[in-house]
T-cell receptor
Framework: KQEVTQIPAALSVPEGENLVLNCSFT??????LQWFRQDPGKGLTSLLL?????REQTSGRLNASLDKSSGRSTLYIAASQPGDSATYLC??????????????FGPGTSLSVIP | DAGVIQSPRHEVTEMGQEVTLRCKPI?????LFWYRQTMMRGLELLIY????????DSGMPEDRFSAKMPNASFSTLKIQPSEPRDSAVYFC????????????FGPGTRLTVL
């Protein structure tokens, strides 16, 4: 059974710091991994999608890596800003007989960037 | 495109009442997902549709929950009868074809069952 965990559960950093959020999954048979951002009381905004054949994806100050063999993904945020404060979730789409099979979310990391 | 649209945004009801949540996916997207988010269990996939057909409803908690997608632009999630433990935020998401399967989420419906 695929399980997704995220460490740390919460993180507080001063503005300007670079930081890394971690996502681990137990079954390497995944189709892809997606990082989301969720602001309080809001829906999820897609940040980066990494296909299983890819090692990393970059968008602006964000860089996500994927190591399928070790069951890990990291989200690197450079030069953090107060506007980056949110909960960050990772989700894996497990391989299966159907096109989509299960999409399993991690519990999220709550990030606070202090001005 | 306006993105995924959900209504209502907030719903407060009494135990035993029927609740209907609505979703309009992004035009042209083949897949539609219903999720539930709670503090205890995080984000859980309830059911998803492909071309209006339910593919996997194994995440639906019990028979009180049902979902329909009568056409490509509309889906409902119904709870009958509702219970306090159903209180959660319900999200709808849509996605284009399997070759490009990024999911786009709606703003959610916050359901409170008293």
């Amino acid at each position: 059974k695929q399980e997704v965990t995220q460490i740390p559960a919460a993180l507080s950093v001063p503005e300007g710091e670079n930081l890394v959020l971690n996502c681990s999954f137990t079954d390497s048979a995944i189709y892809n991994l997606q990082w989301f951002r969720q602001d309080p009381g809001k829906g999820l905004t897609s940040l980066l999608l990494i296909q299983s054949s890819q090692r990393e994806q970059t968008s602006g100050r964000l860089n996500a890596s994927l190591d399928k063999s070790s069951g890990r993904s990291t989200l690197y945020i450079a030069a953090s800003q107060p506007g980056d404060s949110a909960t960050y979730l990772c989700a894996v789409r497990a391989l299966g007989k159907t096109s989509y099979d299960k999409v399993i979310f991690g519990p999220g990391t709550s990030l606070s960037v202090i001005p | 495109d306006a993105g995924v649209i959900q209504s209502p945004r907030h719903e407060v009801t009494e135990m035993g009442q029927e609740v209907t949540l609505r979703c309009k996916p992004i035009s042209g997207h083949d897949y539609l997902f219903w999720y539930r988010q709670t503090m205890m269990r995080g984000l859980e996939l309830l059911i998803y549709f492909n071309n209006n057909v339910p593919i996997d409803d194994s995440g639906m908690p019990e028979d009180r929950f049902s979902a329909k997608m009568p056409n490509a632009s509309f889906s409902t999630l119904k709870i009958q009868p509702s219970e306090p433990r159903d209180s959660a935020v319900y999200f709808c998401a849509s996605s284009p074809s399997t070759q490009y399967n990024e999911q786009f989420f709606g703003p959610g419906t916050r359901l409170t069952v008293l």
